[in-house]
């Protein structure tokens, strides 16, 4: 199994953040991958805050874990990808041109409406998955 090619296929993964204090949060992102690259950024979708939890938790503590995963009745189609890293916020449109032009790739949304917030940059440092098959 190609835990970086099944992680790529995915549409929707979760992002795990700790804060300074200790305090998990988890939270459903977009994303894009290239090479041991994670980019997903903060979007035009309804928010009560540009200033999430997610963003305050990787200033705070910047290790992080995205979790993507595929369910089917059948359970030999089942699998999960882990990829642990290191986060960074980018909000320099310099900096923020690849990974925007990544999800732009991907998402058909932000070729339309591409996101003007910060995006986070996750350096892959540790790849885990599972598979049954």
């Given at each position: 199994m190609d835990a970086r090619r099944l992680l790529g296929d995915a549409r929707v993964a979760r992002l795990a953040?700790?804060?300074?204090?200790?305090?998990?949060?988890?939270?459903?992102?977009?994303?894009?991958?290239?090479?041991?690259?994670i980019a997903t950024a903060v979007d035009h979708k309804p928010k009560t805050t540009t200033n999430l939890r997610r963003i305050r938790d990787i200033?705070?503590?910047?290790n992080v874990c995205v979790l993507a995963d595929h369910y089917a009745d059948d359970w030999d189609e089942l699998w999960w990808v882990r990829a642990d890293g290191y986060a960074t916020i980018v909000e320099n449109d310099g900096?923020?041109?690849?990974?925007?032009?990544?999800?732009a790739g991907k998402y058909?949304?932000?070729?339309?409406?591409?996101?003007?917030?910060?995006?986070?940059?996750?350096?892959?440092?540790a790849w885990r998955s599972w598979s049954s098959s």
């Open positions: 953040t700790v804060s300074g204090a200790g305090i998990p949060h988890l939270v459903p992102v977009t994303f894009a991958l290239y090479g041991d690259t200033r705070e503590n910047p900096e923020r041109a690849p990974a925007l032009a990544a999800l058909a949304q932000y070729r339309e409406r591409p996101p003007t917030g910060p995006v986070i940059l996750i350096q892959v440092t």
